[in-house]
C-alpha cells in the first residue's frame, strides 16, 4: 500500500495550490493541457469544479486524478477537499490524454510539494 494522506498536520498539503502543465511534442505538433487545483483539509470532501471544463475532458482529468490519488494519497478524499480552478485547453494541442497526463501530474506535484517542504507522506 502506498503512502496515506491524513488529517493530522504532517503528510498532507494542507492548503496548497499549484498548477500543472503537461506537454509533450510529437514531431510536428504537441499535445498540452494544464491544471489549477487548490487542496483544503477544512472545506467539504472530494473533488469540485470552481471553473467550466469542456465536456471531453472532465472524464480523462478525474481518470487521470483518481488514478494518481489511488496511487499516492489513497485516503485524502474521504475526508479532504480538492478544488479545480482552472483548466488550460489549448485550442489545438489539447486533448483528452493531455489531460489525463495533466490530472496525473497534478498528483504528483502535490506529493512533491509535500517533500520539498520536509512534511514527507504518511505511511500507512
Not at 498532507?12 to 504537441?30: D, K, M, N, V
Not at 495533466?102 to 520539498?116: C, D, F, S, T, Y
Amino acid at each position: 500500500m502506498g503512502p496515506v494522506m491524513t488529517t493530522e498536520r504532517i503528510g498532507i498539503p494542507l492548503q496548497i495550490e499549484h498548477l500543472a502543465w503537461f506537454s509533450q511534442h510529437l514531431g510536428r505538433r504537441f499535445r498540452a493541457a494544464g491544471l489549477r487545483i487548490q487542496c483544503h483539509d477544512n472545506q467539504e470532501a472530494g473533488i469540485h469544479w470552481k471553473v467550466a471544463c469542456p465536456d471531453e475532458y472532465q472524464a480523462a482529468i478525474l481518470q487521470g486524478w483518481h488514478e494518481g490519488m489511488q496511487d499516492t494519497f489513497p485516503q485524502y478524499l474521504a475526508s479532504n477537499g480538492v478544488w479545480i480552478t482552472e483548466v488550460l485547453a489549448d485550442d489545438v494541442s489539447a486533448s483528452s490524454d493531455a489531460f489525463y497526463r495533466a490530472g496525473l501530474l497534478v498528483v504528483a506535484q502535490a506529493k512533491a510539494l509535500l517533500e520539498l517542504s520536509g512534511r514527507a507522506c504518511n505511511k500507512a
